[in-house]
């Protein structure tokens, strides 16, 4: 599966980083910080304070990820669904939506094939497969909310 399994702050902090355009270098200036003091924030060294969540929250805008929330979420059983401006929704949009979340559930059946094949699932396998499922299950919900709010009364741009 490409996305690990976040477990801790310091991890999410940590691809979050490495997601940023510019990598360590780019997320420092971004936050105005010297690359040192920048790596002792992010790696909590020499008694830095770590970086606060509207720091990372900040970085996560800019290099287009959600470990943050997806992280606080499974903290507290639950998953992040991303909401969408209704602007930027289209049927076409509802579609990909559709295929993204098709793919998601593919890779749910994949994943409990490859574990049954030695006849146990391992925890490391069940957890692959308990995060695809969330992802499946967000991207499902973030679907149905999307085409309610695309054909609500309040929007008439989806009707034609």
Known sequence: MKTPVLETLRQVVSAVVCAYPGGREGAAARLGFGLKQFD???YENAGSRPLSYDQIQLLEQD???THLP???SRLYGGMFVPLTKTEELDNVELYQRSLKSDAK??????????AIDDGVIDPTEAMRIIQALTCYMA???A???ATI???SPSNVRGRK
């Open 143 to 145: 679907e149905v909310a």
């Open 40 to 42: 002792n924030r992010v």
């Open 149 to 151: 709010q695309l054909y």
């Open 139 to 141: 991207a499902r919900t």
């Open 105 to 114: 559930l593919g890779l749910i059946d994949q994943l409990i094939h490859a």
């Open 63 to 65: 290099a287009n990820t």
């Open 70 to 72: 997806e992280f606080v």
